[in-house]
């Protein structure tokens, strides 16, 4: 059954582990680098143009912002990693505490990481594939702006990228102003939730 993201609402934000909400239910995390398309992927997987903050300026976003899908549902949005124009110190900080998420967040199923097609599997996204296939985690590579290129550029784009991959990722294109992927991209997220009877997700996977 599919999950009901255009009803989704702000939650809450976040500056440290204390300040997450339970850690119970599901939680899916977007991640990506700075101007991947985070945002906008966001926005048209609820059908709601102002969710998530979009900013021309890479890096905007300094907090993990959480979204209720369902009472025991949420998205979650985490940093854009990359240039963001901000002191040293401050980006350390913010790379430690998303780490420390998506180690220590129990409820975490799966994270979806977020690359501009022409630009794919940058070391950070690189990163997070090895890192999700290691623990055990979901991982769901979504390859956004992909009206940028010829269909054919864009097959071969995505084939590319999925041979890269490790068999237990999954990989789509995705474009929000041509609605490109949006049904795929919600079958991946909803298969993530765990159905009543089957084993949890989360920590139990990453010991």
Known sequence: MSLPFNTTQFLTSASTLKQCPPDQGSEFAFCGRSNAGKSSAINYVTRQGKLA??????G????????????????????????????EKMREEWHRFI?????????????VVVMDIRHPLREFDQGMVHWAAETGIGCHVLLTKCDKL???????ALMDVQRHLPDSST????????DIGRDALIETLSGWVTEPGTPESGSARRV
Not at 150 to 156: A, D, E, I, L
């Open 150 to 156: 010829k269909p054919g550029r864009r097959n071969q």
């Open 60 to 87: 905007r976003t300094q907090l993990i912002n959480f979204f209720e899908v369902t009472p025991d549902v949420r998205l979650v949005d985490l940093p854009g990693f990359g240039y963001a124009k901000v002191p």
């Open 99 to 111: 780490d420390q998420y998506l180690r220590h967040r129990d409820s975490l199923v799966g994270v």
């Open 53 to 58: 903050r979009t900013s021309k300026t890479p």
């Open 171 to 178: 990989c789509q294109v995705l474009s929000s102003t041509h």
